[in-house]
């Protein structure tokens, strides 16, 4: 239902409760559900889908996708994509925590893959739950290492501890019993959320469910049908790996890390460092595995999508498709994340308002036809902290106070915000337990992007920054931070950045000491 036939309908129910009551309590609840925006009944449902470490040119929507998702792509053309979305820290647990609240994580704690969830923030789906929402959380949902009981805001959930496993994960149900669950995890999870789906149908309650993926996060396991999807797509490493000299020192070091491409790759190569030839065999199987877990995603989402549509559910449910973070495949000699390079923090979002369409839905939804509907395509900068708002706006609920995230609904109803942000904060803390990545704090603008490395001890950074030009470079394959003719604009974007930071309440930056890029492999247990 659009904004305005909300309003419409709102305020018909209002006169005519007027009208038939003469009672002030009934005025005066109408009154409360119109201040809120939306009457209980009238509020649309949420589905929130969100993988792990998607990169966002890996859904079909993006031209260079070489992942084709058809599913996905129908829920674009009949809704939006947003093209220039990240996150604040490309790291699970600190963007999860982000995401549920509409904050950074210097201020709701989560800087680290082990670091609880505070139970006493709020998040949107505690703010939808007292709004009288039916919650549910199916699948992985990584802060706290080891926990798998029960979080605040939800009503099922239903989780593992620590990554879960692709196949027989052993899953804790409703804080209850732990049962493994044979299967394929993407399956095992969807089949989760399909149940709930059809359960609400009929229910009196709007409901909001997050379908948390493990795919397509490492170690690469595609399903079975889907292992060879990509054997014919030459993988070479991309041009960027090779582009170091203008770079910082650490650079060239991760390269024969864990994170970096002559290491491991996870569990791709059994001797490393590999710098020969052959040795990007090794990389090209691991991408391919990478893409092949994505293909049971989209999957995932057609099933979904169709249970909906069964149920007679679809058009009163708002669809949100995101990842928690981005990924490095070979760029600039990284595999992993962490760092504020695109392919890290840049992450693909995709959405379906309830009731609102770009184009009309497409017959077949595999036609990626020229003829096609065009996706409506959201520009402005959009981060993980304006999910809070942005579900809670579109659900009619009243917003979490004193979050840093803002309210995307205007720009997905083809409006544009001229007071929307020009300048995006990014921050990692260095982990002693992946010690491949320095301290980074960045700003992105829409054309620049100014990366620092600070060393924690409040001197002078020791490693030397980048400065790309995302207009003229948008694979960030030159560092432009020594170019004289640029020496005032990388003042003015430190400026900004510190501008950001004091406006984001992050000032004073405190952060590990960096001790360096370690050659050592990560704890078998967290990796
Ligand atoms: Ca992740």
């Not at 939006?80 to 201020?107: D, E, K, Q, V």
């Not at 391919?288 to 009163?316: C, F, P």
Request: glycine letters at 8%; hydrophobic letters at 35%.
């Amino acid at each position: 239902m659009a904004r305005s036939s909300i309003a419409v309908s709102i305020r018909s129910r209002f006169v005519s409760l007027r009208r038939s009551s003469s009672t002030a309590t009934l005025v005066h609840l109408a009154l409360a559900c119109f201040a809120c925006g939306v009457a209980a009944q009238d509020r649309p449902n949420v589905l929130f889908i969100l993988t792990d470490d998607q990169r966002w040119d890996t859904v079909g929507l993006e031209p260079q996708s070489v992942v084709a998702t058809p599913h996905l792509d129908r829920l674009g053309r009949e809704g939006l994509r947003f093209a220039n979305h990240f996150c604040t820290t490309s790291l699970c647990s600190p963007s999860r925590a982000s995401i549920l609240t509409g904050l950074y994580p210097h201020a709701h704690g989560v800087r680290d893959n082990f670091t609880e969830y505070p139970e006493s923030l709020d998040t949107w789906p505690k703010a939808l739950q007292r709004a009288g929402y039916r919650t549910a959380y199916f699948g992985k949902y990584h802060m706290g290492e080891v926990n798998d009981e029960v979080r605040g805001g939800f009503d099922r959930f239903v989780t593992h501890r620590g990554q879960g496993k692709y196949f027989d994960t052993e899953f804790r149900f409703d804080g209850g019993e732990r049962r493994v669950v044979s299967g394929y995890y993407t399956s095992v999870v969807t089949d989760m959320a399909e149940a709930f789906v059809r359960e609400q149908a009929d229910g009196d309650r709007p409901w909001a469910m997050i379908v948390g993926h493990k795919a397509p996060h490492s170690f690469y396991v595609p399903e079975p049908k889907y292992e060879h999807a990509f054997d014919h797509v030459n993988v070479p490493y991309p041009p960027s790996a090779f582009e170091l000299d203008d770079n910082a020192a650490w650079y060239r070091h991760r390269t024969a890390t864990w994170h970096g491409i002559y290491g491991p790759l996870f569990d791709f190569r059994k001797e490393w460092p590999d710098r020969s030839a052959e040795g990007a065999e090794a990389f090209a199987r691991m991408v391919r595995s990478y893409w092949g877990t994505i293909l049971s995603v989209d999957d995932s989402v057609g099933r979904l999508v169709a249970a909906l549509e069964q149920t007679g559910q679809l058009e009163r449910t708002l669809i949100i498709f995101t990842s928690d973070n981005g990924l490095l495949e070979g760029e600039h000699g990284m595999i992993d994340k962490r760092t504020a390079h695109e392919p890290s923090m840049r992450i693909p979002l995709i959405v379906r308002l309830p009731q609102v369409r770009s184009a009309e839905p497409t017959e077949r939804v595999d036609d990626r036809s020229a003829e096609a509907p065009r996706p409506r395509v959201v520009e402005r900068m959009t981060s993980t902290v304006d999910f809070a708002p942005s579900i809670l706006e579109i659900c009619g609920v009243a917003p979490i106070d004193g979050i840093h995230g803002r309210s995307w609904h205007r720009l997905a109803l083809g409006h544009d915000d001229p007071a929307w942000r020009t300048s995006l904060y990014y921050a990692y803390d260095y982990e002693r337990q992946f010690p491949y990545t320095p301290n980074v704090r960045a700003v992105r603008t829409e054309r620049w992007k100014l990366i620092r490395y600070p060393h924690g001890d409040s001197g002078p950074d020791r490693h030397k920054g980048d400065l790309f030009d995302l207009a003229s470079d948008p694979e960030e394959r030159r560092n432009r931070i020594d170019d004289p003719e640029l020496a005032d604009l990388v003042g003015e974007l430190d400026a900004e950045l510190q501008r950001l930071q004091r406006q984001l309440g992050a000032l004073p930056d405190r952060m590990p000491i960096d001790e360096g890029i370690g050659t050592e492999l990560p704890d078998a247990s967290i990796r």
